[in-house]
C-alpha cells in the first residue's frame, strides 16, 4: 500500500535516480511527477531542507582551507545562486501551471461541447426515428455538427501540441539552470585556489622575515659580549688608570647612555618580535599590513645595526686611547 505522505527519504531517492541519469537540479514538477504524491510546497521545502543539510556538511571543510572572510563570501554566493535558481524555477512553475490551467480550461470547454453536441445528436436521433418525414433535414444537421466535431478535434490536437512545446521549453530552462550551476562552481573553485596560493606566499614571507630577525638578534648578543669584554678589560686596568679614569669619566657616562638607548630598541624589536608570532593568523587575512610591518621594521634594523657600528667604532676608539694613554710611546 503507498504512503499518503511525501517524506524526506521519497525526495532523496528521486534525486538519486536523476542524478544517476545526468540530471544534478531536476524541477519540482519533474520531482512530483517521478515520485506520483505530494503537493509543491511541502516538495519545495524538503528540498529546501536537503539543501541546507548538504551545505553544512561541505561547510566544515571549506572553513579548514579558507579564511573566515572567504568563507563567509562563498556561502553568501551559495545563498544567493540558490535564491536565484529557486526564484527563476518559481517564476517558470508559476507560468507553466498558468499555462496547464489555461490548456486545460480550454479542454474541459471542448470536452463540455463536444458532450452537448452528442446528446444533441442523440435526441435529434430519436426525433429521427419518431419523425420520419424529418429525415433529410435531420441528416444535414448531422453532417453539420460531425464537421463542427472535427474542427474541435483539430483545436484539440493544436492544444496538446502547444502543450508538448511548453514542456520541452520547461526542459531547456532547467538544461541552462544546471549549466549555470556548474559554472558557478567552477569559479568559486579557482576563487579558493587562488587564495590558497597567497596564504601559502604569505607564510614563506613571513618565516623568511622571521629567520632574518632571529640573525639580528644573534649580532646583537655578539655585540653585547664584545661590551662585556671590554668592560672586564677597564675593570682590571683601572688601578692603573686613576688619572684617564676622570678624563674619561664623562664619555663613559654618554656612551652608557647609548648603550641604554640600543638595550631599548633591543627591547623594542623583542616585543615586535612577540608581537609577530602571536598576530601571524591575523597578518595572514592582511598580507598588505604585514609586508608595510615589515618594511619598517627592516627599516628599524638598519638604523639598529647602523647604531650598533657607531657605538663599536667609539668603544674601539677609547680602548685604543686608553691603550696609548697607559703606554705613551718611549722618548727618542
Avoid at 483539430?154 to 526542459?171: G, K, N, P, V, Y
Avoid at 596564504?199 to 649580532?219: F, N, P, V
Amino acid at each position: 500500500m503507498p504512503k499518503a505522505t511525501l517524506e524526506k527519504s521519497d525526495v532523496l531517492d528521486a534525486l538519486a535516480h536523476f542524478r544517476a541519469q545526468g540530471v544534478m537540479r531536476p524541477g519540482l514538477l519533474r520531482l512530483q511527477k517521478h515520485i506520483g504524491r505530494g503537493s509543491i510546497p511541502r516538495l519545495r521545502r524538503l528540498l529546501h531542507e536537503i539543501e541546507l543539510e548538504q551545505l553544512e556538511q561541505l561547510a566544515p571543510a571549506l572553513l579548514e582551507r579558507v579564511p573566515d572572510p572567504i568563507s563567509m563570501a562563498a556561502a553568501r554566493l551559495w545563498a544567493e545562486m540558490t535564491q536565484s535558481l529557486e526564484a527563476k524555477e518559481q517564476e517558470i512553475e508559476a507560468q507553466t501551471q498558468a499555462r496547464l490551467a489555461a490548456l486545460q480550461e480550454r479542454l474541459d470547454k471542448a470536452d463540455a461541447a463536444l458532450n452537448a453536441q452528442r446528446e444533441q445528436y442523440e435526441q435529434q436521433q430519436v426525433e429521427y426515428r419518431a419523425l420520419g418525414e424529418q429525415h433529410a433535414r435531420l441528416e444535414q444537421q448531422f453532417q453539420a455538427q460531425s464537421q463542427a466535431l472535427a474542427v474541435k478535434t483539430q483545436e484539440t490536437s493544436h492544444l496538446m501540441r502547444e502543450l508538448a512545446q511548453a514542456q520541452e521549453q520547461i526542459r531547456h530552462l532547467r538544461a541552462e539552470q544546471a549549466e549555470q550551476a556548474k559554472h558557478a562552481a567552477q569559479r568559486e573553485a579557482q576563487y579558493v585556489a587562488r587564495l590558497d596560493i597567497e596564504r601559502q606566499r604569505s607564510q614563506d614571507e613571513a618565516r623568511a622575515y622571521q629567520q632574518r630577525l632571529e640573525e639580528k638578534q644573534s649580532q646583537l648578543a655578539a655585540v653585547q659580549d664584545a661590551l662585556a669584554a671590554v668592560r672586564a678589560e677597564q675593570a682590571a686596568q683601572r688601578a692603573q688608570q686613576d688619572a684617564l679614569e676622570r678624563q674619561l669619566k664623562q664619555q663613559l657616562l654618554e656612551q652608557a647612555e647609548q648603550l641604554d638607548s640600543l638595550k631599548a630598541h633591543r627591547a623594542e624589536q623583542q616585543a615586535y618580535a612577540e608581537g609577530l608570532q602571536n598576530s601571524l593568523a591575523y597578518v595572514m587575512a592582511h598580507a598588505e599590513d604585514w609586508r608595510q610591518s615589515c618594511v619598517n621594521a627592516q627599516k628599524r634594523n638598519t638604523h639598529l645595526e647602523a647604531a650598533l657600528r657607531k657605538a663599536h667604532q667609539q668603544i674601539s676608539y677609547l680602548v685604543k686611547k686608553q691603550q696609548n694613554t697607559a703606554n705613551p710611546p718611549a722618548e727618542q
